[in-house]
C-alpha cells in the first residue's frame, strides 16, 4: 500500500511515543506531531506498510476528517 496522505500512527501499551515516533522517522515517516497523551503520531509516509513493522506501532490507519451533523440529537 503506498500513499502520501496524512497517518495516524498509534503507539501500542507500554511503548513511549516519543521513542516510536523516532523508530517511524527512521523508517521512513515524515512525522508533523507526537500526541504523547494519547499515544499517536501524526505524518506523511510513501510505504505505511514499512511502519506496520516498527517495534511499538499497534496501527497505522489514514488521517481523515470527521464531521458531527448537528442537527442530530445527542446522547440521552
Same mark, same amino acid.
Given at each position: ?12 501499551? #507500554? ?12 523508517? #521512513? ?6 500526541? +504523547? ?6 505524518? +506523511?509516509? %510513501? ?7 516498527? +517495534? #511499538?506501532?499497534?496501527?497505522? %490507519? ?15
Amino acid at each position: 500500500m503506498s500513499t502520501t496522505g496524512r497517518l495516524l500512527v498509534s503507539v501500542a501499551d #507500554g511503548h513511549v511515543a516519543d521513542d516510536v515516533a523516532r523508530a517511524c522517522a527512521a523508517a #521512513g515517516l515524515q512525522v508533523e506531531k507526537v500526541l +504523547t497523551g494519547v499515544g499517536v503520531v501524526v505524518g +506523511t509516509c %510513501e510505504d505505511p506498510d514499512a511502519l506496520r513493522a516498527v +517495534t #511499538g506501532v499497534a496501527a497505522v %490507519e489514514p488521517d481523515r476528517e470527521v464531521h458531527l451533523d448537528r442537527d442530530q440529537p445527542g446522547p440521552a
